[in-house]
């Protein structure tokens, strides 16, 4: 009742503040004007749920972002006057109004929406039924934030951030009309790196599988803790971005980055006989023997699930304790014979002996 009473008076605020700033400048795609409300920082209210909502749109952000060319109304797709009632969620696998040129079809991220749904973290297993705990499982915006987009600039074989100037400017030569040559260059350039670095994809994906409760529910290791004690995890804690992160170990080879399999399924680039290809590519073990297929990066020391690794790490700490206790009592006993240097066991029969030696 409250909530619906502050929308209403919010909407009808938000047509005065609309009327007073109807010069200020309007994104491409923002025919029905939504930021010109909704650029208002303090947009906000407390929700049926008492969770704080923010209804601000940083522009800045958005035109930066990857949905910059998209229209508010392609994806509120639902919202079609001003003042609108509350908004649907969003679908990202709805189809746009941009067209993809190789196919001349409008776009949709229906076939990564696909491919989420065969991988590990779909959310119907293979005979169609919920897995248990469905609030578990990702979905788009669970990894993907928009402050964590980056467009990378590739020149003479230098990688930044930013749009590299000097590079565009051979595209402009041709495309001259329009920010063309811009928005492709950005295309394409963002796309022959991670758009993220290591240490934040590795964070996303411990949002979840470091998570004590999350790793009880379903069964599986803090793969996160291991790994991060592994040659690999400690190169990228030092700020490495050629060493392998989760994704590089666990995309099916030739699939997008969605297509993660548990290491059960035999198409999986973690199964058992797929580890000596998954290791050997161009960027890493290129002569990566069948052997290798052991590694594991994972290990807990688990008895049942890792019995040699955990016997192994049990008679390293015996070895080690042993070693240490041994060289501890002897440096104990040398310690109490520098203390007491007449100190004995054996009772000698001559009584005076000592009170003449402290003379001496
Ligand atoms: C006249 C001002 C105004 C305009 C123009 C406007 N909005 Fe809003 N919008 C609001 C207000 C006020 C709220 C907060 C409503 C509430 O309190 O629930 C809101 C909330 C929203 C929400 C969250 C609502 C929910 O129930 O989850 C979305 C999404 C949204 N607007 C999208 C849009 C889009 C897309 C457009 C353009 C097509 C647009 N808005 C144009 C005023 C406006
Ligand atoms: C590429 C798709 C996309 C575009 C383009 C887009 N949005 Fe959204 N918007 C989303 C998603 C996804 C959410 C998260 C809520 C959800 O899942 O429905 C959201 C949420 C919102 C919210 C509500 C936040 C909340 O807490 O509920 C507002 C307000 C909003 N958008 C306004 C806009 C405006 C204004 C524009 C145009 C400048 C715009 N959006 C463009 C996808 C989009
Ligand atoms: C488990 C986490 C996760 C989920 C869930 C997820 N993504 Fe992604 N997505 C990623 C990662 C990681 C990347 C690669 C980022 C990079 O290269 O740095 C990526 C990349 C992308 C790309 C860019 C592809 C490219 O090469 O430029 C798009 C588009 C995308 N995701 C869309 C989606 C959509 C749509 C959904 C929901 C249907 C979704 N993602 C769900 C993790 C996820
Ligand atoms: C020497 C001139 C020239 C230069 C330089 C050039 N292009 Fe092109 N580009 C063309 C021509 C001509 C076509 C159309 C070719 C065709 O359709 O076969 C084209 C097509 C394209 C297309 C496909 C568009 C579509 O809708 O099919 C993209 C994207 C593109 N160029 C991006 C770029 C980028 C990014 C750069 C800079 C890195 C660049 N081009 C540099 C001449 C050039
Ligand atoms: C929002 C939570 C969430 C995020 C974020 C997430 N996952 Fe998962 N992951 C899950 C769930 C749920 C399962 C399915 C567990 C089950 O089947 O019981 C899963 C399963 C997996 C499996 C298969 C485990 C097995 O053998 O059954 C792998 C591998 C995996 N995730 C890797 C990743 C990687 C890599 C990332 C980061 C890009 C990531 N996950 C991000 C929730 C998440
Ligand atoms: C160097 C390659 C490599 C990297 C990097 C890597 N993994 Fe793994 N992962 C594996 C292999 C191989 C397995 C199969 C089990 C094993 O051998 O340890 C596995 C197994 C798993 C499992 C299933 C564990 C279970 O209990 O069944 C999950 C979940 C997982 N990895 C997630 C991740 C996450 C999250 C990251 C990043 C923090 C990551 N992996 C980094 C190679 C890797």
Redesign the pocket.
């Known amino acids: 009742m409250n909530a619906c009473y502050s929308y209403k008076s919010f909407a009808l605020l938000a047509v005065i503040v609309s009327l007073i700033a109807f010069s200020d400048q309007v ?1 491409a ?2 025919e029905l004007n ?2 010109m409300c ?1 650029k208002h920082r303090g947009l906000s209210r407390i929700d049926e749920n008492g969770e704080f ?3 601000y ?1 940083n ?1 800045e952000l ?1 035109d930066s972002g990857p ?1 910059r060319r ?3 109304k ?3 797709t639902d919202i079609d006057r001003i003042p609108h009632k509350p ?4 679908d ?1 696998a709805q189809q746009c109004h941009i067209v993809e040129p190789s196919g001349q079809k409008k776009f949709t991220h229906k076939p990564i929406a696909d491919t989420l749904a065969r991988s590990a973290h779909g959310k119907l297993d293979a005979d169609g039924k919920p897995k248990p705990y469905q609030d578990d499982f990702p979905e788009c ?1 669970d990894c993907h934030d928009q402050p964590f987009y980056r467009p990378i600039s590739v020149y003479k074989g230098k990688v930044k951030s930013g749009v590299s100037e000097r590079a565009v400017t051979r595209c402009k030569a041709c495309h001259t009309s329009g920010d063309f040559a811009e928005d492709f260059y950005e295309h394409v350039t963002s796309r022959l790196r991670k758009t993220r670095f290591p240490l934040e994809t590795i964070e996303v994906c411990a949002k979840c599988h470091q998570d004590p409760d999350f790793r009880e529910r379903h069964e599986l290791d803090d793969v996160v803790t291991t790994y991060k004690q592994t040659f690999h995890g400690k190169l990228i804690a030092l700020g490495s971005e050629k060493t392998p992160d989760c994704l590089d170990c666990h995309v099916v080879a030739g699939e997008n980055t969605h297509l993660i399999e548990s290491q059960t399924v035999p198409s999986s680039a973690v199964y058992k006989d797929n580890v000596p290809t998954t290791c050997r590519t161009e960027d890493c073990h290129t002569k990566a023997g069948a052997n290798l297929a052991g590694f594991q990066t994972h290990v807990t020391y688990d008895r049942k699930k890792y019995p040699l690794q955990f016997y192994m790490l049990m008679g390293f700490k015996a070895l080690m304790a042993l070693v240490l206790y041994f060289f501890l009592t002897l440096i104990f006993l040398e310690l109490l014979r520098r203390l007491f240097p007449n100190f004995t066991f054996i009772k000698e029969k001559s009584v005076d002996s000592s009170p003449q030696q402290k003379k001496s």
Do not use: E, M, S, T
Request: net charge positive.
């Open positions: 994104p795609g923002d939504c930021v909704h909502r923010l209804f749109i522009q958005f949905h998209n229209k508010c392609d994806c509120h908004a649907k969620k969003v990202c915006k």
